[in-house]
């Protein structure tokens, strides 16, 4: 049973940057697609960014696009997600999860292991 423990998060002025991590034990991440969802208080949980298995191919919201790098670390079992340029509406609890599949989704009922979620909070 993969778990997935998500941290980095915290309190950042607009403009400000944080680093996400998602540390998975119990079994591989390697193979599998990862991405990364948030949900704001009151919102459905909506999808942030994604990275295929390789590594190679990512993709995002277009909310975040050009500000959220995701990348990772296969053979460290970790998902990283950069986010710079913060906004007030980045406020949420960002959840990291594992496809059922190496090509990645936008969609979270493709992703069948989650995390307990990180809160992010930006002030204007």
């Known amino acids: 049973q993969v778990q997935l423990v998500e941290s980095g998060g915290g309190l950042v002025q607009a403009g400000g940057s944080l680093r996400l991590s998602c540390a998975a034990s119990?079994?591989?991440?390697?193979?599998?697609?990862m991405g990364w969802f948030r949900q704001a208080p009151g919102k459905e949980r909506e999808f942030a960014a994604a990275?295929?298995?390789?590594?190679?191919?990512?993709y995002y919201a277009d909310s975040v696009k050009g500000r959220f790098t995701i990348s990772r670390d296969n053979a460290g079992n970790t998902v990283y997600l950069q986010m710079n340029s913060l906004k007030p509406e980045d406020t949420a609890v960002y959840y990291c999860?594992?496809?059922?599949?190496?090509?990645?989704?936008?969609?979270?009922?493709?992703?069948?292991?989650w995390g307990q979620g990180t809160q992010v909070t930006v002030s204007s």
């Open positions: 990275i295929r298995s390789s590594g190679g191919t990512t």
């Open positions: 119990g079994g591989t991440i390697r193979r599998y697609a």
């Open positions: 999860a594992r496809s059922r599949g190496a090509l990645g989704s936008r969609s979270k009922d493709e992703y069948d292991y």
